[in-house]
């Protein structure tokens, strides 16, 4: 597959991620719901944002860097985006649960940076 193949589907998967989200979160009353409409909520949400950052990450590396090798862009913006993901919905999972504080945050942040740059330093 090529590489416009990859864009196409991540912008499928954006669009297809932000109208379930929408439809969760116009229909769904937090305070009645089960564990199966909360996580759809935050899986579709994980998904959304994961592409919406997949796809501006890539393009801001395209833009921003050499624009001879754009292959090489992509793994890097698909890692970066699942883990600005994570830090996202982790930090609103825990919110939900009311147990989020400054600290808890930031060690949540840290973990995320450490882990990104564990990859950053074993790739290179």
Known sequence: MTL???????????????????????????????????????????????????????????????KEVVYTNMPIALRQAFLLSLVAIGLLILQSINVLNWWIAGIWILVILITELYFRARLT
């Open 4 to 66: 416009k193949f990859y864009i196409f589907y991540i912008f499928i998967g954006f669009i297809l991620s932000l109208g379930v989200w929408i439809l969760v979160l116009f229909n769904i009353d937090p305070y009645k719901a089960d564990f199966m409409s909360i996580a759809a909520f935050f899986c579709s949400m994980f998904l959304w944002l994961f592409c919406l950052f997949s796809l501006v990450g890539y393009f801001l590396r395209v833009w921003s860097g050499n």
